[in-house]
């Protein structure tokens, strides 16, 4: 089992910065990949940013792409989010997840079977 646990949500204006943390505990090294999903009001959650925990690749959905930046600390077992030139349509609940098998689709959030309790980011215009 792995527990997850979120922090760094909050109010920013957009064009501001924030940077999301998750602190995985239990048995992270049996982790294969880490991911960042968000969930908007009356929206399907959907992928965000993920990383190898063992190799390191990142992928990133097209929306995020050169704002946001995934990385990871395997030696603190824990996974950023660094949001840069955020906008009012990153609002949403961002949820930290991690998968425990090799066979895995990095932006299904479906195949993710562990989950923190998510973080609260809203970008006001």
């Known amino acids: 089992q792995v527990q997850l646990v979120e922090s760094g949500g909050g109010l920013v204006q957009a064009g501001g910065s924030l940077k999301l943390v998750c602190a995985a505990s239990?048995?992270?090294?049996?982790?294969?990949?880490m991911d960042w999903f968000r969930q908007a009001p009356g929206k399907d959650r959907e992928f965000v940013a993920g990383i190898s925990w063992r190799g390191g690749n990142t992928y990133y959905a097209d929306s995020v792409k050169d704002r946001f930046t995934i990385s990871k600390d395997n030696a603190r077992n824990t996974l950023y989010l660094e949001m840069n030139s955020l906008k009012p349509e990153d609002t949403a609940v961002y949820y930290c997840a991690a998968v425990d098998r090799p066979h895995y689709d990095y932006s299904d959030y479906k195949t993710f079977n562990f989950w923190g309790q998510g973080t609260q980011v809203t970008v006001s215009s």
């Open positions: 239990g048995r992270p090294f049996s982790m294969f990949a």
